[in-house]
């Protein structure tokens, strides 16, 4: 544990340099924070064995809430929660009902879902704009109206910020009862049943808590974006997270971080010129991670660094 | 409600008629994926893609077809051979090399590896059709129009639509009812469906009933593609929309229940069309609405049987 | 004669034409160690099941401390305090031993924290403690799923006995552990039951675990209590040992 900090707390340094280094770069490294805040999400659900497919819904609903929002009430750091608060409220509902699921069940009904919220906010049109989306109004923070360099200076802080407070907050969950539970649903949930203990409600518990952190990078990739489109919650989108959980490893919180960063990088430099192969690079690298590199970019590392993982 | 129904009977009408074609293809679908499920135990997620690339397919060779001046019914037989050459070359490849490597694995990895397949495929359809809306729609046209009586006005509806559709379907379900009941692969891929290991046992390959029922699974996937290309202008996304849909047949019915996804197809067909012609914004969301109402109540699907949990 | 702690009248479960349960009528009684036996099929199982939540018999009705337990859930009926552990352990597989013992720990306490370590001293010494009392204390960071099968049936009981039954339902505890830990095995098991003051029912094939450790015993037989009394009196009935004994005797 100490050491998966360490290493966090070198990765956030480098990012940080990068950031001073290459300006430019800011904002794809907010992106990829904020991507990885939502990975984290994924994360605990694989810890469950469970896979959703329709993750982004919840990045949509925090990016929307900012959307809406913002003309009314521009001030960010009221935003940024409240994008959290629908997501989880939306969690919950969806989460009653697909914690009854497992599997194949569990991953279709997350990317059905998912997909009757992007029609919704494809088709209608007077409220969200159609597939032109909606342009997210200037924000304030604390009250402060803030020139753009300082802005996308701030966005990535809070972007480091809440990467660091999630990312420790999963890590501790992982280790606690109500994670280890979690993880006792993939391997023998029928043994919870005789504990006296509900799987759903331990599933349900990680379920809302993933789509919370989903609105959160939603209100950020929002905020840095200032621009929103139903494709934040198409299949595609999902698609993303759970392959950035993959590459980065689906043993650490960290790697959910470090997947993302690559993740985003590769994209600014290579997905223009692969846009209509780029879906088929992704499906390519997942598989040949899965079937050679079990434990993606985090399991790499930690096996070089002789890192418990 | 008298007077609104006279207002939009010939509407309602319409999205009958409509509902019943749609339905003819959702069942194509879900029927294959409903067959893979029960003796691979694989939900393919990218069994939609094999329908999106059977309709581009279909269309191809149509558009081939007619511009080297054959007769119009040669576009049927592309309809028929884009299905066979989908089955045939796309799905012993992805058995072979793929799925036969996780069988047996946590479910998680094999939905993964499936996943990550459906989105090489999506990509396939977009480099090999562009993104460009593909139409050949000359099956469709070339039979013509009928006209239906409804009350004191009639409908022209297509012919294709009204008895080809809907009379394939048909025939998929007696035939694959009948091809499982009465003859020796049939009854050997429902001996590996319920008791793998005692088929086997037995003398069965399971291993060549694995392969065979993909493709065929993944053929009755691409012949519902092919079927439904000249309705419809193809367009990138199809597959996705395919595979959640017929997935939610497929759920609602209850796995492996092939004449319970036969009457779940036409349910979602209706209610998806006349969600298109009453309220078009909800149009994705109807059949779901239905899945998730079902579910609910119960969850094993209308007619799934509850597996008894073995303690 | 104090009230039983267990009592069964009339219980009835058929699954198509076979009959689980065909009036079942036993009382379990306080501080007893009861053994079921009888041939394969007989409806052993099934009667733990019904006792547990997991089947709901056709017919009869269930009491366990003098309320009765038929309809509830299986967690209800758990955390009334009837245990079960089973032929098959249960373990969290992935999990350490003593992760295992800690989350049944938790579980009992309703612990469920979302961010304190499961494994945090007090709890990590509870769990030794526990585990200590099973002989499996050296076991603690083994992965469940590299424990042989004694350890893994000790480790499925100590689950069960984590959360303070008053009953416990064994599914034989002593199936697959290898001949010469069995004695070991049953012993432990029946010190630390006997220490707690557990209730205990178990369903057993081998007849000299069951001469030396239980109290009564139950010979099951075609859903129906064929025979019951002190081991001495059962075992040496004519009739039970033609009919289980020599289906189901020494492997």
């Known amino acids: 544990m100490i050491a998966e900090g360490l290493i966090a707390l070198v990765g956030a340094g480098v990012l940080l340099a990068v950031a001073i280094a290459v300006p430019w770069l800011k904002f794809v490294l907010t992106i990829a924070l904020a991507k990885g805040i939502a990975v984290l999400g994924i994360l605990l659900l694989l810890r469950a064995g469970q896979v959703s497919f329709g993750h982004a819904m919840f990045l949509a609903t925090g990016a929307y809430t900012v959307a809406f929002l913002a003309p009314a009430m521009p001030e960010a750091l009221l935003l940024i929660p409240l994008g959290g608060l629908f997501a989880g409220l939306l969690g919950l509902l969806v989460g009653l009902f697909v914690v ?7 991953g279709m009904l997350n990317l059905a879902i998912s997909m009757v919220l992007y029609s919704l906010l494809e088709k209608l049109y007077h409220l969200t704009k159609g597939t032109d989306g909606i342009r997210v109004a200037r924000a304030t923070y604390a009250g402060f109206d803030l020139p753009r360099e300082t802005q996308e200076w701030l966005m990535f802080a809070i972007a480091l910020g809440l990467a660091a407070l999630f990312g420790t907050l999963v890590a501790a969950y992982l280790r606690s009862p109500m994670g280890r539970a979690l993880a006792g649903i993939k391997t023998r949930e029928t043994r919870l049943e005789f504990l006296g203990v509900s799987a759903r409600r331990v599933l349900l518990f990680a379920y809302v808590a993933s789509a ?70 992704l499906g390519g690298v997942l598989l040949l991670v899965i079937l050679f590199a079990p434990g993606g970019l985090w399991g790499i590392l930690a096996g070089r660094l002789k890192v418990r993982a | 409600m008298v007077g609104w129904l006279q207002d939009n009977g010939l509407l309602l009408g319409l999205a009958a008629l409509d509902g019943l074609a749609y339905a003819a293809l959702v069942f194509m679908v879900a029927v294959g994926l409903n067959l893979v499920f029960g003796v691979l135990r694989i939900v393919n997620v990218a069994h939609g893609s094999l329908f999106a690339i059977g309709a581009y397919t279909a269309a191809s060779l149509g558009l081939f077809f007619a511009s080297q001046g054959l007769p119009p019914l040669a576009g049927y037989f592309a309809l028929v051979l884009a299905a066979a050459l989908v089955g045939a070359l796309l799905g012993p490849l992805i058995e072979r090399f793929l799925l036969r490597r996780i069988y047996g694995h946590e479910e998680v990895l094999q939905l993964l590896v499936t996943f990550a397949l459906f989105m090489i495929l999506e990509d396939v359809q977009k480099l090999v059709w562009g993104v460009q809306p593909v139409s050949q729609d000359l099956p469709m046209t070339y039979l013509g129009t009928i006209d239906v009586p409804f009350g004191d006005d009639v409908i022209p509806f297509t012919k294709y639509q009204l008895f080809v559709l809907p009379g394939i379907a048909v025939a998929t379900l007696v035939g694959l009812a009948l091809f499982l009941r009465r003859t020796l692969a049939g009854r050997m891929i429902v001996a590996v469906t319920a008791d793998k290991e005692a088929a086997t046992a037995m003398g069965i390959d399971a291993t060549r009933i694995m392969l065979l029922t993909f493709t065929a699974g993944a053929a009755l996937a691409a012949l519902g593609g092919a079927l439904a290309s000249p309705t419809t202008s193809l367009v990138p996304g199809v597959g996705a929309q395919t595979i959640v849909l017929s997935f939610a047949v497929v759920a609602t019915a209850g796995l492996g229940q092939i004449e319970g996804a036969a009457l779940t197809s036409l349910m979602m067909g209706l209610g998806r069309s006349v969600a298109v012609y009453f309220a078009p914004e909800f149009e994705v969301v109807v059949p779901y609405l239905i899945m998730v109402a079902v579910l609910l109540v119960r969850p094993q699907g209308l007619f799934g049987v509850l597996e008894t949990r073995r303690v | 004669m104090s009230a039983p702690l267990l009592s069964a009248r009339g219980l009835k479960l058929a699954f198509g034409g076979v009959k689980a349960a065909d009036g079942i009528d036993l009382d379990v009684m306080p501080g007893e160690f009861l053994a079921i036996i009888g041939p394969n099929g007989a409806g052993k199982t099934t009667f733990i099941n019904m006792t547990t939540g997991y089947l709901k018999p056709q017919g009869g009705r269930i009491e366990f401390a003098g309320e009765p337990i038929l309809g509830l859930s299986p967690r209800a009926i758990v955390r009334r305090g009837i245990g079960r552990s089973f032929q098959l352990p249960q373990l969290f597989t992935e999990h350490t031993v003593i992760e295992n013992a800690a989350l049944a720990l938790a579980a009992h306490a309703g612990i469920w924290s979302p961010f304190v370590p499961l494994l945090r001293p007090g709890y990590r010494a509870a769990a030794e403690r526990l585990l200590d009392r099973f002989g499996i204390a050296h076991l603690t960071e ?58 205990a029912v178990f369903v057993e094939h081998d007849m000299e675990v069951v001469a030396r450790f239980a109290d009564r015993v139950a010979v099951w037989s075609q859903g129906r209590i064929a025979a019951l009394g002190p081991p001495e009196q059962v075992l040496n009935d004519p009739a039970v040992l033609r009919d289980v004994i020599g289906i189901a005797g020494h492997a």
């Open chain 1, 100 to 106: 009854r699921y497992r599997d194949i069940f569990f």
């Open chain 1, 212 to 281: 919370v952190m989903g609105g959160i990078a939603g209100t950020l990739v929002a905020l840095t974006t200032r621009h929103v489109t139903p494709l934040l919650g198409y299949w595609t989108s999902s698609g993303e997270l759970v392959f950035i959980a993959i590459l980065g490893g689906a043993g650490s919180a960290v790697g959910a971080f470090l997947g993302a960063v690559a993740f985003e990088l590769v994209r600014v430099y290579a997905a223009a010129s692969v846009a209509d192969a780029w879906q088929m690079i």
């Open chain 3, 142 to 199: 083994t992965r469940a799923d590299a424990l042989n099968e004694g350890a893994r049936k000790l480790a499925d009981i100590a689950m069960a006995v984590a959360l303070e039954p008053r009953l416990l339902l064994m599914d034989e505890p002593t199936s697959g552990v290898a001949a010469t830990e069995k004695m070991q095995v049953v012993e432990t098991l029946v010190r630390v039951l006997r220490a707690e003051g557990v209730t």
